[in-house]
């Protein structure tokens, strides 16, 4: 949850009591009415609150503002994610919470600032033990299934450390018109710490990989949001060419210490430049399959588009879609900060980050005059691939006035962001629309 002047993680209950109309509004956007005191829930306001609540609100109209749901007023939980700082939540049932812009300005994301995109219920914390905690390799085209404890992971295995680009396949998804289902991510679904551990080549060359191997597939110890015993939350996977490169890894640390608890502590695996979905977390088994593999959320529409370009709000046949593999050439302004004053005579640094899946990024240009004209941005080298790019630009003003900073990259194949919100899907998914600052010149 987001820190306010100071304070510690609070509860729901505690945001509510303190300002009822503001706590509508930083957690579900939802507007209250002076008059009548209902909540007015706008387009993704009410996607919010009925993922929050898993079911829709079919009388939500008449709901009254500054009111706890009953169903999360029954609860004494907090309302708090520990160890983040400054992450907006869009879901606490399972946990769900990015980061804004400004705080991803870092070259290395900070623990506290990655975002947190979480399918299930991690597994009790006071149940991890890493002494015990094993991950097994099996599957119909492992030669030689085989488990092996963290200590075991380490001693056995050369050990790497690498900076990996990880973002959730729809962020950007409140740009959508129609809205689709989901989390209505905005732009901090994404994070770029340093992660350590070993390869997951490595592993699965020591089990053995049969000649028919063409996809693996991950299982963790995170829980079905429904609390239902051996249901399981998602297992996602990749090909063996993604699962066989050299930053394919297998990671116990994150920033040279332990993986967060909401990240996936204390094993999880990290399949950088693709979604987020598939690096899976609490990581304990593997398997190596002799097809795509097929546990739960690998299916369409989950982390899938349509095959064409369809109308907003079609409805679109599973045997249309494709599975999404890399993602799509992006950037973000990390600083500064949207909605500042700028004094008009004084030169403008601007900051921040691009990325391109499993591709690098080959240019980046800011405009200040709606896409009119360009001014290419200096753009470092990324660290190693993929991750992501730190650019920075100066930028003059011709007079005082409202302005938007835009920032557009372009990959080493010649693929641009576009300007606005590209191809609608069923899901939301794949958003690399320009970025976009306000800054009024004064």
């Given at each position: 949850m987001s820190r306010r002047n100071g304070d510690q993680h609070r509860g729901i209950h505690a945001l509510y009591a303190e300002d009822s109309a503001d706590a509508d509004r930083r957690l579900w956007g939802r507007e209250v009415d002076p008059v009548t005191r209902r909540g007015f829930l706008k387009r993704s306001s009410l996607l919010a609150m009925s993922a929050v609540l898993g079911a829709s609100i079919p009388f939500a109209r008449f709901m009254p503002g500054g009111l706890i749901p009953a169903a999360l007023a029954q609860s004494e939980e907090p309302f708090a994610i520990d160890g983040k700082d400054g992450l907006v939540v869009l879901n606490d049932r399972?946990?769900?919470?990015e980061t804004p812009a400004h705080l991803l300005d870092d070259d290395v994301t900070p623990a506290r600032h990655m975002f947190v995109r979480n399918n299930g219920l991690p597994p009790e914390r006071d149940s991890i033990d890493t002494s015990q905690w094993t991950l097994e390799i099996t599957g119909e085209s492992c030669v030689t299934p085989t488990t092996f404890t963290i200590d075991e992971l380490k001693?056995?295995?050369?050990?790497?450390?690498?900076?990996?680009?990880v973002e959730c396949g729809g962020n950007g998804r409140y740009e959508f018109v129609p809205a689709t289902g989901g989390n209505q991510w905005t732009t901090g679904a994404v994070a770029c710490p340093r992660f350590t551990g070993v390869r997951l080549r490595d592993v699965l060359e020591a089990c053995g990989i049969a000649e028919d191997a063409v996809y693996i597939g991950y299982y963790g110890a995170d829980r079905h949001a429904s609390g239902a015993a051996g249901k399981v939350a998602i297992s996602r996977g990749v090909p063996m060419s993604k699962a066989l490169e050299d930053e394919s890894l297998i990671a116990w640390a994150m920033n040279d210490e332990d993986i967060p608890y909401q990240n996936g502590y204390p094993l999880r695996l990290v399949c950088g430049g693709w979604p987020g979905s598939v690096s899976g977390k609490w990581l304990n088994k593997i398997v190596i399959r002799n097809q795509k593999?097929?546990?739960?959320?690998?299916?369409?529409p989950s982390y899938?588009?349509?095959?064409?370009?369809?109308?907003?709000?079609?409805?679109?046949?599973?045997?249309?879609?494709?599975?999404?593999?890399?993602?799509?050439?992006?950037?973000?302004?990390?600083?500064?900060?949207?909605?500042?004053?700028?004094?008009a005579d004084q030169v403008l640094e601007v900051r921040g980050h691009a990325w391109a899946g499993d591709l690098s990024v080959a240019k980046l240009h800011v405009s200040i005059d709606f896409g009119?004209?360009?001014q290419e941005a200096n753009l470092k080298e990324a660290p190693n691939r993929l991750a992501w790019q730190r650019f920075t630009a100066d930028i003059n003003f011709p007079q005082p006035g409202y302005y938007e900073i835009w920032a557009r990259a372009v990959d080493e194949k010649g693929q641009s962001q576009p300007m606005v919100v590209p191809g609608w899907?069923?899901?939301?998914y794949l958003n690399n629309a320009c970025h976009r600052i306000a800054v009024q010149v004064v």
């Open positions: 399972p946990i769900n919470a001693e056995r295995f050369d050990t790497h450390t690498y900076q990996l680009q593999h097929d546990g739960p959320k690998m299916a369409p899938s588009i349509p095959a064409t370009p369809v109308a907003p709000g079609s409805e679109v046949p599973e045997d249309e879609f494709v599975t999404i593999h890399s993602m799509p050439v992006k950037s973000l302004i990390t600083y500064p900060r949207s909605g500042i004053e700028h004094a009119v004209t360009w899907n069923p899901k939301g």
